[in-house]
């Protein structure tokens, strides 16, 4: 995918970013501090599969809010595309170690963060059709509820919510065939599949959360969005 591949060969443009996010975006530094209950309490209304871990589901919805805030702040237009990169990175490091391929000793090994991402094959055209269609979900859903210009902020958000499913699942797949080897396209058409049906579920959830219900959350979440960058 065309996004991915821009973070796999442009390291040099977002790594800075990644070192001075690597103590915000944390599980629980997210949760307790940035993102508003009401927000991580969405994963909690929706129907996990067994097998799957809740905290992991709230962490990527932490951290894809925070990302879709961050990049829709005011004067981040030219580097908050190289911020958003760094984020997305460092949920991926957090969802490996989550689920058990990487330790909190190597955590932030980066050149092992990349090779894991590029093993779920998430550059692939199929997972570039999931995102294609997470997109078009994001304008029908905002088209009902938000004027028109707010779709920058759950644009990144929902976005990122889908590579993060995604990475949980490769994960989890890879976790079980081993790091050496790389998911096959019968695997990355499925687990795309599960993540564009998670993150649509979630996705409206959200949107109807921040951008109508209870906007005063999408106040307060770039206030403390914008605290945690100045």
Do not use: C
């Given at each position: 995918?065309?996004?991915?591949?821009?973070?796999?060969?442009?390291?040099?443009?977002?790594r800075?970013?990644f070192?001075?996010?690597?103590v915000v975006?944390?599980?629980r530094?997210?949760?307790e501090l940035?993102i508003?209950?009401?927000v991580?309490?969405?994963?909690?209304?929706?129907?996990?599969?067994?097998?799957h871990?809740?905290?992991?589901?709230?962490?990527v919805?932490?951290?894809?809010v925070?990302?879709?805030?961050l990049v829709g702040?005011?004067?981040?237009?030219?580097?908050?595309?190289?911020?958003?990169?760094?984020?997305?990175?460092l949920?991926?490091?957090h969802?490996?170690?989550?689920?058990g391929?990487v330790?909190?000793?190597?955590m932030?090994s980066l050149?092992?963060?990349?090779k894991?991402i590029?093993?779920t094959?998430?550059t692939?055209l199929?997972?570039a059709?999931?995102?294609?269609?997470v997109?078009n979900?994001?304008?029908?859903?905002?088209?009902?509820?938000?004027?028109?210009?707010?779709?920058?902020?759950p644009?990144?958000?929902?976005?990122t919510?889908f590579?993060?499913?995604f990475?949980?699942?490769?994960?989890l797949?890879i976790?079980?065939?081993?790091?050496?080897?790389?998911l096959s396209l019968?695997s990355i058409k499925?687990?795309?599949?599960?993540?564009?049906?998670?993150?649509?579920e979630?996705?409206?959830?959200?949107?109807?959360?921040l951008?109508k219900?209870s906007?005063?959350?999408?106040?307060?979440l770039?206030?403390?969005?914008?605290?945690?960058?100045?």
């Open positions: 995918m065309r996004r991915w591949k821009k973070i796999f060969s442009r390291v040099g443009k977002w800075r970013f070192d001075k996010f690597k975006i944390r599980p530094f997210l949760e940035i508003p209950h009401d991580i309490a969405l994963i909690d209304n929706m129907n996990i599969p067994e097998g871990d809740p905290k992991v589901f709230r962490f919805l932490a951290a894809s925070f990302n879709g805030i702040l005011p004067g981040t237009l030219g580097w908050g595309v190289f911020a958003a990169y760094a984020v997305e990175v949920m991926a490091v969802i490996a170690r989550m689920v391929l330790d909190a000793t190597v932030f050149p092992r963060a990349l894991l590029s093993a094959g998430i692939t199929t997972v059709y999931g995102f294609k269609m997109l979900a994001v304008w029908n859903i905002m088209s009902n509820i938000a004027p028109t210009g707010w779709a920058t902020a644009s990144a958000m929902l976005t919510l590579y993060g499913l990475l949980y699942l490769a994960f797949e976790k079980e065939i081993g790091e050496e080897k790389k019968g499925r687990i795309g599949g599960h993540s564009y049906k998670y993150t649509r979630i996705g409206k959830s959200l949107v109807q959360l951008f219900d906007r005063h959350l999408y106040v307060e770039r206030e403390r969005v914008s605290d945690t960058w100045n």
